[in-house]
C-alpha cells in the first residue's frame, strides 16, 4: 500500500527501509526487555544483542535514508497511542490532576531542582492550586496532538510540540524510577512569624538538628530543614486505566522506558518534520487505517470502545472541516479548533458528573469485599554477598548451607559484607486498602447514630459491668470493672460504693461500620468528601429516598469527612437527620469524583452509583432493579 505514498518515503529501498526499521524496533525491544526487572539474569545478552540490533538498524536507515518512511510509521505510533492516552486521562481529568500535585510537591520534581542545580528555595507548590487546569489542557494538547500527527497538519508545530511534552513526561517517569525515599536534601522555606507552622518550625528548631533558622525577624522566619523526597509510585501515564483493565500499573522503570521509547519515535518526527506535509487523499486513508487498528488494539486492551468512536470522530471531523470549513475555517486551524471543542465538550461532561468509565474499585459491578482481598504476597530471595580478603571481589550466595560453606565459614579469607533481598515477584496491594472503613468515635455520636439499630446492637454487645465508686469529699466517681472490684479495697469512710451498672466498655472508642455495610441485602450510601462544598442542589430527591429507604428497613447513612459539629450545621440547613460516618478523604475521592455521590450496595456489591446531578428517584431505582423490595 505504500507505493501510493511519494516515491520520497522509500529513500533509496522501500523494501530495505521497511526491513531496517523493523530491526530498529526489535533492537529497541530487545533493550526494553533487557533493562527490565523480570530479566535480570538475561540482562547482559538482551542488552548486547539490543545494541547492536537498534544500531544495525539505525545506520542502515541512515545509509538508505529511510528517515521519512521512520516519521510517518511513528506519526501512526505516536499519534494513535497520544489520542488514547489523552482521552483516558480526559476521562477523569481530576483523577490525573491528583497525581499532578504528587509531583509538584516540594519532595517530588522541586526536589530534583534542588538536588541537580542546589536551588533550596526551588518550588513548584504554587502549581497545586491550578493542577486540574493543567490536566485538562495537557489531556487536550495530546489529543489534539495525536490527530495533527495522523492527518499530517502543521508538522512543524506538531513536532516541536510532542518533543516538548515527552521532555516533560520523560522527567516526570524519571524522577519516578530513580527516586530513592531514603535520601535526604536540604529545603529552604519562607513561614509567617506568626503562622501556626512558623511557630512549630522555631519550637522544632531547637531540639532536631534537621532543622535550622536561617534567619527571623518580626514578620517571617526562614527555615532550612533535611527532608525526604516524595516518590510517586504510579506516574498516571493511563490514569487508572492499567490498574482497572490488566490488573496493574506500569511499574515505574516501565512507564521511564515506555516514555524512552515514545520520545525516539519523536525525534524521529522531529527529524523529518521539515519534509512532511498535509497528507493527500490516498495518504489519509492509508494512515487513517493503520492509526485506527491501534486504537482498536489500545481499546481492546484498556477493556472500553469508546476511544475507537472518539478516534474516528476527532479525525474525521478534523478532516472534514478543513475541506468544508471556508475561508475562516477550512485550514489547519479549524481543525484544532474543532478538535478542541470536542475535547471540551467531553471534559465539561465527566467533570459534570462522572467518568465514562470507571476503571477504579469502586465502579458499579465490583464486588468491594472481593476487592479488599486480591493483593498478592510478594516472592522474595534472601541473598549474602561476601567479600574476599585478599582479591577485594564480591561473591553472592544463595544459602548458607553445606553447599556454600567453604566461602561463608572460611572467616580467614571471607568476610561477610551484607544481606540483600531479592525480589522474584513484587507484592500486589489489594485493590481497596483499609482506608475504606467508615466508623465513628462513640464521642461523636450522636441521637442520629445511637438509635440506629446497628450501633444500639453493637453497644449492647460490648457491655461491661462496673460498680460505681464515689468519693464523699467530692463526689468523684471512679466506675471500677465488677471483675476487678473488691470491698475490702475502698475505705467506707471515704467512698460510698453505689449500685452495679452496665455500661460500654471504656476501652472501645469508636465502632466500625465496614463488615455492616458489606453484609446488608442492600445499603444505600450517600458520599461525600466536604458537605460545605459538595452540590446538594438535589438533596430533596436524596431525602425522599431516605425516607423510602427507612419505610422498606433499608440502611441509609452519609459517608463524609465532616465533624460532629460540620454535620449538626448541615443538618440544620437541609432538614435531613441522616446518619453520619467518617471515612478517609483519600478513599472518598478514589471511589468517587462527584461530590456528593450516591451508592446503592447490594452484599458489598455496588449495584448503583449516581453523582450528584443524575441523583435518581425511588420510582427508578426501583424500576432499574437497583432496589429491590
Known amino acids: 500500500m505504500l507505493k501510493i505514498l511519494p516515491k520520497t518515503i522509500a529513500g533509496k529501498s522501500l523494501v530495505l527501509n521497511s526491513v531496517l526499521i523493523i530491526v530498529n524496533l526489535i533492537g529497541l525491544t530487545l533493550l526494553l526487555f533487557g533493562y527490565h526487572e523480570a530479566f535480570e539474569e538475561q540482562a547482559f545478552v538482551l542488552r548486547l544483542i539490543g545494541y547492536l540490533v537498534f544500531l544495525a538498524g539505525l545506520i542502515g536507515i541512515a545509509v538508505f535514508q529511510g528517515w521519512l518512511l521512520f516519521a510517518y510509521i511513528s506519526r501512526v505510533l505516536v499519534g494513535g497511542l ?60 495530546e489529543i489534539i496532538l495525536g490527530v495533527l500527527a495522523i492527518i499530517g497538519a502543521k508538522m512543524r508545530l ?17 524522577h519516578t524510577s530513580k527516586c530513592d525515599p531514603f535520601t535526604t536534601f536540604r529545603d529552604v522555606d519562607v513561614y509567617a512569624v506568626d503562622s501556626q507552622i512558623g511557630q512549630i518550625k522555631i519550637t522544632e528548631a531547637k531540639t532536631n538538628e534537621d532543622v535550622e533558622i536561617l534567619e527571623q525577624t518580626a514578620t517571617h522566619v526562614r527555615v532550612a530543614e533535611m527532608k525526604k523526597p516524595q516518590c510517586v509510585d504510579d506516574c498516571g501515564c493511563f490514569g487508572d486505566a492499567m490498574k482497572g483493565s490488566v490488573g496493574r500499573s506500569l511499574t515505574p522503570n516501565e512507564s521511564f522506558w ?114 479488599m482481598n486480591d493483593g498478592e504476597d510478594g516472592i522474595y530471595k534472601t541473598q549474602f554477598i561476601y567479600t574476599h580478603i585478599v582479591t577485594n571481589k564480591d561473591t553472592l550466595i544463595d544459602a548458607l548451607d553445606a553447599s556454600t560453606e567453604s566461602i561463608w565459614k572460611d572467616t580467614d579469607n571471607w568476610k561477610w559484607k551484607e544481606t540483600v533481598q531479592k525480589t522474584i515477584k513484587a507484592a500486589k496491594l489489594p485493590s481497596i486498602t483499609d482506608q475504606f472503613n467508615p466508623k465513628l468515635n462513640f464521642s461523636a455520636m450522636t441521637e442520629v447514630e445511637l438509635r440506629l439499630p446497628v450501633v444500639k446492637e453493637f453497644i449492647a454487645m460490648n457491655q461491661v459491668q462496673q460498680v460505681e465508686v464515689i468519693e464523699k469529699s467530692s463526689g468523684n466517681h471512679y466506675p471500677q470493672d465488677l471483675e476487678d472490684f473488691y470491698p475490702e479495697d475502698w475505705d467506707e469512710e471515704h467512698y460510698i460504693i453505689g449500685d452495679t451498672i452496665e455500661r460500654l466498655d471504656g476501652s472501645i472508642s469508636e465502632m466500625s461500620l465496614l463488615e455492616y455495610i458489606l453484609d446488608q441485602p442492600q445499603i444505600i450510601l450517600v458520599v461525600s468528601r466536604d458537605v460545605n462544598t459538595g452540590d446538594f442542589s438535589r438533596i430533596q430527591r436524596l431525602k425522599e429516598i431516605h425516607e423510602n429507604a427507612v419505610k422498606n428497613n433499608i440502611p441509609m447513612f452519609l459517608i463524609s469527612t465532616a465533624s460532629k459539629e460540620i454535620i449538626a450545621e448541615f443538618r440544620d440547613k437541609h432538614q435531613w437527620l441522616i446518619p453520619n460516618f467518617i471515612n478517609d478523604e483519600t478513599e472518598i475521592k478514589a471511589m468517587t469524583r462527584a461530590n456528593p455521590t450516591l451508592f446503592i450496595l447490594q452484599k458489598g456489591v455496588v449495584a448503583g452509583k449516581y453523582p450528584f446531578r443524575s441523583t435518581p428517584k425511588w420510582e427508578s431505582l426501583l424500576k432499574n432493579n437497583v432496589i429491590k423490595l
Open 82 to 141: 497520544f489520542i488514547v492516552s489523552g482521552l483516558i486521562k480526559a476521562n477523569d481529568p481530576k483523577g490525573f490532576s491528583y497525581k499532578l500535585e504528587e509531583y509538584f510537591e516540594d519532595g517530588a520534581l522541586a526536589y530534583r531542582v534542588k538536588d541537580l542545580l542546589g536551588w533550596e528555595t526551588f518550588s513548584l507548590e504554587f502549581l497545586i492550586e491550578h493542577a486540574l487546569w493543567l490536566s485538562i489542557v495537557i489531556c487536550i494538547v
Open 258 to 371: 515506555k516514555d524512552i521509547i515514545l520520545t525516539y519515535l519523536v525525534i524521529m518526527l522531529f527529524i523529518a518534520r521539515l519534509k512532511m506535509k498535509p497528507n493527500t487523499t490516498k495518504e489519509n486513508i492509508i494512515m487513517v487505517s493503520a492509526s485506527m487498528l491501534l486504537i482498536v488494539f489500545l481499546s481492546w486492551l484498556f477493556t472500553w470502545n469508546f476511544p475507537i468512536l472518539f478516534g474516528l470522530a476527532s479525525i474525521f471531523l478534523a478532516l472534514w472541516i478543513k475541506r468544508a470549513g471556508g475561508k475562516w475555517l477550512g485550514n489547519d486551524f479549524g481543525a484544532i479548533l474543532l478538535i478542541t471543542l470536542l475535547c471540551i465538550a467531553f471534559v465539561t461532561y465527566v467533570l459534570m458528573y462522572i467518568p465514562i468509565r470507571d476503571y477504579r474499585p469502586y465502579a458499579v459491578g465490583s464486588d468491594l469485599r472481593e476487592k
Open 158 to 174: 506538531t513536532a516541536w510540540s510532542m518533543l516538548g511534552m515527552m521532555v516533560f513526561f520523560t522527567l516526570l517517569t524519571w
